[in-house]
């Protein structure tokens, strides 16, 4: 297979410009003559209905959530970033364009992030002209804070809600859109396969989630927007509901997934305290600025806390191990976030943890109270606090905090070109679902940044590149090939509802989470991957003997909404060992114990490995094929991380 | 901890549901209430029966999704706080807990504790937006806001369209979640070339929906998870008889 990323010709800061200029149109009067299917209505998924309803084209809309403006964008808490420069402190599209790469470990495409960087611009002027309420300074223009490691302030927000503010700038566009009628939503309707004609995306398979009837759409061009997949691990900072569903099911039609195993884990969420955890809690990075992370130094004092018998305060400055202090003097409690959390885990590993169950690391602001004043750091981290103590019961300005990592995102996706087309013509993905522009790691204030920079900004140039190469037929729902999908969809259900086993689907989503944060996680080694291996294919094939899903096919039925998604994950989850066994260096969120540097920070193999991995299914039970799509960087020198 | 449930339980729009006993044993005070409905419906699919069906999703209290009205409160006991972030350490050893969908007629139960919320996309769609196309706005710092204002605008903007104010209204009015969008917008410059045709399709919508009327019980702030101001109501009052008096409609 050949993998075309078509990147433009040209200097890099001229190649946007150019490609917009050499892609084909389509003229206003055709454009209502084409058909787009959206699936997702996250800030992609959102502004790319909605900018391409204003541009003419009818859009069908899709979201599994009874409203638009749920969507898990709406959970993004610090910021986005943009090269405005307002600050006047040396920003520029090309620093943030240099941070990015360089931030990703040299794992993405040079010409898509300079494009990200361009657009970043815009997207703040197009959201402020919307009405999202950014935070402001006394004379009345924007605010922007330092944000993820960054020299400059370039990252925009809006109190700890920056998410929100911007879906809902996007999502009043849609229904903007919808109300015109150029937008039809679907909502409570999950895309359950993609219809391909003649090699080309004509459409989609989806279920009505209070019916239960699966329906068919046919269009020209089918968008996914349908976010990550770090609910592989069970436990994430993501939504309940967050799946690899579309994403994975286009895969087995024949769309390559990239970099599976770029994961990041973030290092200051609020740890696990039972068995019935559903989901971790993430605490903003920016309380980093000022809590001091440490465990006990020696092995008691950390038995004697988790067992309850003395209390952090009780511990001495000498007896307490500042790690992150003591390893990385001159970044400290700032190193970025896969060193933060990978540190975590060794001091948990070596038994020094904290918390009932022993993984979690304190924050401690004990020294920021002393030195700031209560009121100060009240005005910082006020609402962190008392989320904090929300969920805990514990007061941070008495005790110090506990932490420990958990999976926030995933840089890998669908494979698609500069364009964001998949390999499959006229299958595109955006925002999280694609792999694009992150690299191995991303910085923080850059997955908001991203997906609106796909939905506003790309997507309405590149679309019509391939839609003005179409007739202007409409697609015909009745092509056997809907008929197939239907009858495939309708299959699975069937079988997930007929096996009627011993155990709940969350009972098998959980295991399979262990396995991945215990072998497919902070660190992974190539034993315990190929160990894995072997547990996800025994797993999923208990899980099509034993699974028991209750309940009735044309009703609300959230058991079988939720075996579909794990029946996908189970797949996808050894997709991912497979990718982080064939990458034999460290990079990024990917840090594999064989290759580090003697400090014990991760070890590129820039020779061999700078290459995007795209893999192809080949069936459930069979190896995926692997294809390269080597990375050139003319503009950025490769360098070593280091934050000693 | 032990507890005993008495949940809502309905099969579908036109069944007559009703309450259902259920008795939870060795609770941890450390769970979210939702963890604990989670830990009956894995007891109810191993004995084989149906789950308790309610929308959840972020778990952090900001998608809006989750609904539960909790011993007559919406959201339960603890103010400021979605269903999601209530913790099982409000609730004592032996306490009885009520738990019902939200009650309102523009909010049909779909079933058991999900109810059909959609008639506030149609409020948004009917005026609830800047009309401004992609591209081809000005710079961001050409519109300067007070940062008063935008403070403000963002404090009516934070509303997660969950709901609880309908819930909590004796009326089930609207008259909240509408407010904070038009007071939003009302209050930004962007906002206000459209505020006067904006107040009206939305107040018409809102009416054509079933919501009920405001008789300033002020239940609606009390219960909102966000704790979205009350003044907002007053604004949008404001807002609508100007709008009446001064129609841009020609």
Redesign the interface.
């Known amino acids: 297979m050949n993998l075309n990323s078509r990147i433009p010709e040209g200097p890099l800061a001229e190649k946007w410009e150019k490609h917009k200029f050499n892609v084909k149109l389509v003229n206003p009067a055709n454009k209502r003559k084409f058909d787009i299917i959206v699936v997702g209505t996250g800030l992609a998924g959102a502004?790319a209905a909605?900018?391409l309803a204003?541009l003419g084209y009818n859009v069908k809309v899709f979201t599994f959530?009874?409203?638009?403006?749920?969507a898990?964008s709406?959970?993004a808490q610090g910021g986005i970033n943009a090269a405005?420069n307002?600050q006047n402190d040396g920003d520029s599209v090309y620093r943030l364009f240099y941070d990015t790469v360089k931030g990703g470990d040299y794992r993405s495409r040079e010409a898509n992030v300079y494009r990200l960087a361009q657009v970043s611009v815009?997207i703040?002027?197009?959201?402020?002209?919307?009405?999202v309420?950014?935070?402001?300074?006394?004379?009345?223009?924007?605010d922007n804070r330092s944000f993820g490691g960054a020299q400059v302030s370039r990252t925009f927000y809006?109190?700890g809600?920056t998410?929100?503010?911007l879906l809902?700038g996007a999502?009043?566009?849609l229904?903007?859109q919808?109300?015109t009628g150029k937008v039809k939503?679907y909502?409570r309707t999950e895309m359950l396969d993609l219809v391909l004609v003649d090699g080309q995306a004509r459409g989609i398979i989806t279920r009505n989630l209070?019916t239960g009837k699966i329906e068919r759409h046919a269009g020209h061009a089918v968008l996914l927007c349908t976010g990550g997949y770090g609910n592989v691990f069970y436990l994430s900072t993501n939504?309940?509901?967050s799946n690899a569903t579309a994403a994975w099911r286009a895969h087995r039609k024949g769309a390559l997934f990239a970099n599976p195993c770029f994961t990041q884990i973030h290092p200051t969420c609020i740890p696990v305290?039972?068995t019935?955890?559903?989901?971790l809690?993430?605490m903003s990075e920016s309380l980093r600025n000022d809590g001091r992370v440490w465990v006990p130094k020696s092995l008691e004092d950390a038995a004697r806390i988790r067992k309850g018998e003395i209390k952090p305060t009780d511990l001495p400055e000498e007896a307490r191990d500042y790690y992150l202090e003591r390893r990385y003097p001159s970044f400290g409690n700032l190193v970025p976030r896969d060193v933060a959390s990978r540190n975590a885990k060794y001091v948990c590993d070596e038994g020094r943890g904290v918390g009932g169950t022993g993984l979690a690391v304190y924050l401690d602001f004990a020294d920021a109270i002393r030195r700031d004043g209560r009121n100060t750091i009240e005005a910082r981290y006020g609402n962190l606090f008392e989320?904090y103590e929300?969920?805990?019961?514990d007061d941070p300005y008495t005790t110090p905090m506990m932490i420990y990592p958990a999976v926030h995102y995933t840089m890998g996706g669908l494979w698609v070109d500069y364009n964001l087309m998949t390999n499959i013509p006229g299958l595109y993905a955006l925002g999280e679902a694609n792999f694009s522009d992150h690299g191995a790691n991303r910085l923080g204030a850059s997955a908001l940044m991203q997906g609106l920079a796909d939905g506003?900004?790309v997507i309405?140039y590149t679309l019509g590149d391939y839609i003005a190469s179409l007739p202007f037929q409409k697609v015909d729902a009745s092509h056997p090939a809907f008929d197939e999908a239907e009858k495939g969809v309708k299959d699975t259900i069937n079988k997930l509802m007929s096996i009627k086993g011993?155990r709940?689907v969350?009972?098998f989503h959980r295991e399979l989470g262990n396995i991945m944060w215990e072998y497919c996680g902070m660190a992974r080694n190539a034993e315990g991957l190929q160990k894995a291996i072997g547990l996800i294919q025994q797993l999923r094939a208990d899980f099509w003997k034993d699974v028991?899903v209750?309940?009735n096919v044309d009703?609300?039925n959230?058991?079988l909404e939720k075996a579909n998604r794990v029946a996908d994950f189970l797949e996808l989850g050894e997709l991912m060992c497979r990718d982080a066994l064939h990458r034999e260096e460290s990079c990024g969120g990917h840090f594999r114990d064989e290759y580090q540097t003697p400090e014990g920070e991760a070890l590129r193999n820039d020779e061999e490995f700078t290459y995007v991995a795209a893999w192809q299914y080949t069936g459930a039970n069979a190896e995926p094929q692997l294809h390269k799509e080597p990375l050139q960087f003319d503009n950025v020198k490769l360098t070593q991380r280091s934050y000693k | 901890m032990n507890l005993t449930l008495n949940v809502w339980r309905q099969k579908g729009p036109h069944d007559k549901g009703g309450f259902v006993k259920y008795e939870m044993t060795d609770i941890n005070h450390h769970m979210s209430f939702l963890e604990m409905m989670d830990v009956l419906n894995e007891q109810l699919v191993k004995k084989g029966e149906e789950p308790v069906h309610f929308d959840h999703d972020c778990r952090e209290g900001i998608c809006g999704s989750c609904a539960m009205h909790i011993d007559g409160r919406p959201h339960g006991p603890m103010q400021g706080t979605a269903t999601c972030q209530l913790h099982m350490r409000v609730f004592k050893d032996g306490d009885t807990i009520t738990v019902e969908p939200w009650r309102a007629k523009a909010f049909p139960v779909i079933k058991d504790l999900v109810v059909d919320r959609s008639a506030f996309d149609r409020i948004i769609q009917a005026g609830g937006y800047v009309s401004v196309n992609t591209g081809g706005v000005p710079d961001a710092n050409e519109i300067p806001v007070p940062k008063k204002i935008a403070d403000e605008a963002f404090n009516a903007a934070t509303c997660i369209s969950c709901g609880a104010c309908v819930a909590a209204c004796k009326n089930a009015s609207a008259m909240l979640f509408v407010a904070a969008k038009v007071s939003q917008l009302a209050l930004l410059p962007q906002g206000k070339v459209e505020r006067k045709n904006r107040v009206e399709k939305m107040v018409a919508q809102m009416d054509a929906e079933g919501f009920g009327n405001c008789t300033n019980t002020q239940a609606c702030s009390v219960e909102c998870p966000k704790e979205i101001s009350q003044d907002f109501i007053a604004m949008m009052n404001r807002e609508y008889i100007t709008a009446k008096f001064t129609s841009d409609n020609v």
Not at chain 1, 133 to 142: H, I, T, V
């Open positions: 502004s909605a900018s204003e959530h009874d409203s638009p403006r749920r898990h709406i959970a405005k307002y815009n703040i002027d197009q959201c402020v002209a919307q009405g309420p950014f935070a402001r300074e006394y004379g009345g223009l924007l809006a109190k809600q998410g929100q503010q809902l999502y009043s566009a229904s903007r919808v109300a939503l909502t209070i939504a309940m509901a305290s039972g019935y955890q559903s989901k809690t993430l989320m929300k969920i805990t019961g506003y900004f309405p011993k709940t969350d009972d028991n209750g309940g009703e609300l959230m058991s």
